[in-house]
């Protein structure tokens, strides 16, 4: 997110990573660690992820990879572009180095609030995709079809291009932006926890029914596999675990309350702000089946070759 969500700025980062270094040296070297490890797991979970669908067409014609890809696609950029640059502030205010040589100009700062957007909003897509599929399921393959989840995704990029334009503005009061950032992240949260209840809900009574009906006709207890719906829900709890600390620090800091805790909070908050990045393409390959199953296929083939 612009500047109240990771703050993109290398002094603004190096200055908050030192609180945390006056504050505990110990809590400083675990940063350090964690943020070298998040554009490893980014990097390479979404590119893999992104070969294997554009890889095999049986993938590519099915319209939630379309909204997987993207999600991938945007990770894979902050893997690349967001995440080593706030390893780089952590690890040079540990050693006692200061940050100013990798200060970012307004364009970076405009990408990189970019990503961190267009990632938040594509699941968000995405969660809304399996809300469809669970209370529509007769008609869910007429609502998305390929084309409309090529709208999906340009709309998600769309408005994560132009929501951080207010930041640029000189004029634009900076509370305003602040608040309007809380309003938005506060909202495509609530529509994702309000999709996944009802996905819950909906998917738990469908499968008392089949579970019921099943046992009937073998006359024994069934085991059904839900993993769509528990993918969205390990997506989600990557979401609130991410997204949350961050907000809450956010509104703390905007309205001066428990500043100085917000102050040490915040460059974690951040870190996991970036986590959720690292963590969606994990997820994505440990519950899916079916992309797991191609990508075993194309391990095994690259094995051979």
Same mark, same amino acid.
């Given at each position: ?9 290398? +002094? ?62 945007? +990770? ?22 200061? !940050? ?16 961190? $957007?267009?990632? !938040? ?11 469809? !599929? ?16 090529? &709208? ?28 309007? &950032? ?13 999709? $996944? ?14 579970? !019921? &009906? ?10 059904? +596999? ?23 620090? &956010? ?21 996991? $702000? ?27 083939? +690259?094995?051979?070759?």
């Amino acid at each position: 997110m612009a500047n109240t969500a990771p703050s993109l700025d290398g +002094d603004t980062l190096g200055s908050r990573w030192q609180n945390v270094r006056e504050f505990s040296f110990l809590l400083s070297v675990i940063g350090a660690v964690f943020t070298t490890i998040l554009p490893i797991l980014s990097i390479g979970g979404s590119s893999l992820l992104l070969i294997v669908i554009t890889k095999y067409s049986q993938l590519r014609r099915v319209p939630s990879n379309l909204l997987l890809a993207s999600l991938a696609v945007a +990770d894979l950029l902050i893997g690349l572009l967001v995440q080593p640059l706030h390893g780089v502030a952590c690890v040079c205010t540990l050693i006692g180095k200061k !940050c100013s040589s990798i200060s970012l100009s307004n364009v970076h700062f405009y990408v990189g609030s970019l990503l961190t $957007y267009s990632s !938040c909003l594509n699941i968000a897509v995405i969660t809304i995709d399996r809300y469809i !599929c669970i209370v529509e399921s007769l008609r869910y393959h007429a609502i998305m079809t390929k084309a409309r989840a090529i &709208q999906a995704i340009i709309i998600s990029w769309a408005i994560s291009a132009v929501l951080p334009a207010t930041r640029l503005i000189p004029s634009y009061p900076l509370t305003l932006i602040k608040v309007s &950032q809380i309003i938005l992240m506060s909202a495509v949260l609530s529509v994702i926890i309000f999709c $996944y209840i009802k996905i819950s809900s909906i998917s738990w009574r469908h499968k008392k029914n089949i579970c !019921c &009906q099943m046992q009937v006709v073998t006359r024994g207890p069934v085991r059904q +596999d839900f993993k769509s719906v528990n993918t969205v829900f390990l997506v989600v709890g990557a979401v609130i675990l991410s997204y949350v600390p961050l907000l809450a620090v &956010q509104v703390c800091l905007t309205f001066n309350v428990m500043k100085y805790q917000a102050k040490i909070l915040h460059p974690f908050a951040v870190t996991f $702000y970036l986590l959720n990045s690292s963590l969606n393409p994990l997820i994505i390959f440990f519950r899916s089946r079916k992309i797991h199953r191609y990508l075993s296929r194309l391990l095994k083939r +690259d094995a051979e070759t």
